[in-house]
Structures are given as C-alpha cells and as structure tokens.
C-alpha cells in the first residue's frame, strides 16, 4: 500500500458544481497535512494547511480525519480557473525530521 | 520579499555526467526540500536540509547529494546520470521542518 493515495481522476465537472477529493494515509505518526495546487508544468502552490478542527477558505475547505487516516478537500462553486492538479502532503516526523510525502495528484477540469 | 527561486530552468546532460542545481530559499526561511517530479506524478521527496544539516532524506541513492549554505540557499547534486533521473526538480523552503512548503519554478533536466 502507498504511503499517501489519491484518486488520480480526472474529475470533471461543470462550473457552479461542488466537488470533493480525498487523500488516504498509511502511517498513523503523520503530524501535518497540506493541499497544494499544480498547474500544468509548473510548480506546485500552496492551497491550505488541514488543522485537526478542520479549516476553510473561501470556497475551499479541508478536512482531517486521523481516525480513518484521510484527508478531505472540498471545493464549493467551481470555476473554470480551478483547473488544475490537486496535491496532498502528509509529513511525518520524528526528533525534529519532517518527511514529505506527497500524492500522485488528483486532476480537477471544470468545464463550461 | 523575494520567493524561492531556482538556477537554471533548464539542462541537459549526457549520461554519466555530472549535474549541479541551485535553489535560493525565501526570506526567512531556513529549511530546504528538493523533490524529484515525473510526468503525472507527485513529487518524490529527495532530502530536507535545516540549519546546513541534513534532516530527512528519501529513498534516492547516494550519488544523489547536496548542501545547505550558512545563507539557508541549497545545492542538490547527481553523479553519474542515468537516462532515468531526467525530470523536472523542484525545491521548496519553509519556515522550519514540518511547516508550510513554497516551491521555486523547478530545474527540468533531461539526461541522453
């Protein structure tokens, strides 16, 4: 099993809709959580960090679930400039050493 | 402030050779991640580098090294290329391990 999955889609959907992905993990000591944004051939960007009470921005909210080891990303109202890859990171650490580990990516396409 | 930046944005190399990156991390930042990065998939994280240490490193072989410099700027350097390590290699800084990562454009590198 691979440390952090994601459906790697692609999703599509029309503009206005509600979409939602999730990222599973396997290693129960995994401390912080992000969702980062790629667009084609460029760096990835920070979205948002996921806190444990769960968090939102704007039209974006994420979500925790150490129970069942998964994060959640929920996009409200898409638009077409949310086109993109979606990227979830789960660090875990130890005495101080973060690793990263990073999901495939799950492609978003939101059409007129 | 001026953000992650990375030299240079292209290279290619024949295998065998030598290749060093360069990655200047942003204001106030004093930890360095390189990642590797293929076509559709995630980054794979390469080593973490905090305070000129080594703090984390990846399942990437040795000849795969590099440094921090005391201006928290970083080096990944491969020896001995092979066809296989041609992807695009990004670095990202962050306040310290475990906290919000923001990426530089990438070095994409193709190996003959």
């Known amino acids: 099993r691979k440390e952090v999955e994601q459906d790697p889609g692609p999703f599509n959907v029309p503009e206005g809709a509600t979409v939602a992905f999730n990222c599973t993990y396997s290693?129960?000591?995994?401390?912080?959580f992000f969702w980062y944004r790629q667009d084609c051939r460029k760096e990835p960007k920070l979205l948002m960090s996921?806190?444990?009470s769960g968090n939102e921005d704007g039209r974006f909210t994420a979500q925790l679930n150490r129970a069942s080891q998964y994060i959640s990303l929920l996009i409200r109202d898409s638009k077409l400039s949310d086109s993109a890859t979606y990227l979830c990171?789960?660090?875990?650490?130890?005495?101080?050493?973060?690793?990263?580990?990073f999901g495939r990516g799950t492609s978003l396409i939101v059409h007129p | 402030e001026t953000g992650v930046t990375q030299s240079p944005t292209h290279l290619i190399k024949t295998r065998g050779q030598q290749v060093t990156l360069r990655c200047s991390s942003q204001?106030?930042?004093?930890?360095v991640s390189w990642y590797q990065q293929a076509l559709g998939q995630g980054p794979q994280f390469i080593f973490q580098?905090?305070?000129?240490?080594?703090?984390g490193r990846g399942n990437f072989p040795p000849r795969f090294s590099g440094l921090q410099f005391p201006n928290y700027s970083s080096e990944l350097n491969v020896n001995a290329l092979e066809l296989d390590d041609s992807a695009l290699y990004l670095c990202?800084?962050?306040?310290?391990?475990?906290?919000?990562?923001?990426f530089g454009p990438g070095t994409r590198l193709t190996v003959t």
């Open positions: 990202a800084s962050s306040e310290d391990p475990g906290h919000e990562q923001y």
């Open positions: 290693n129960s000591a995994s401390q912080s």
């Open positions: 996921v806190y444990s």
């Open positions: 990171v789960v660090n875990k650490g130890a005495g101080g050493s973060y690793i990263p580990t």
């Open positions: 204001s106030g930042h004093n930890t």
């Open positions: 580098y905090y305070r000129e240490e080594e703090n």
